[in-house]
């Protein structure tokens, strides 16, 4: 069995996760994208943290999921980012650019 990761119960992720879910009122955004209306219970690292540990606090990287959008996002076991997962990747990775440029020269 899974221990749970520690960082999941830091005072400064538990704040950053109540900021993201107020940010999109609760409901799950990928559910919205589809024009259904689904309660998120998850924030999600787009970028996941265990390889882009750096971005684990950047806004345009969490979103807001219900407990279903979030395991169809990567495989549970491998942590592997599924097609949907990777696709979400790809919306977002004009912000993941200019993350990279703006912080390349600190």
């Known amino acids: 069995m899974k221990t749970a990761d520690p960082f999941y119960k830091t005072k400064k ?7 993201i879910l107020r940010r999109d009122e609760y409901m799950c955004q990928a559910s919205r994208r589809y024009g259904r209306t ?23 990287n969490l979103i807001s999921l219900s407990h279903k959008m979030h ?3 990567h495989d549970r076991e491998s942590h592997e980012l599924t097609a949907l997962g990777k696709d979400l990747q790809e919306r977002v990775r004009p912000h993941y650019e200019r993350w990279m440029n703006d912080n390349a020269n600190h």
Not at 13 to 19: D, T
Not at 39 to 52: S, W
Request: charge should be neutral.
């Open 71 to 73: 395991n169809a996002m």
């Open 13 to 19: 992720w538990l704040r950053k996760r109540s900021k």
């Open 38 to 60: 689904e309660a998120a219970q998850t924030v999600h690292h787009i970028y996941p943290r265990e390889y882009y540990p750096e971005l684990a606090y950047e806004d345009w």
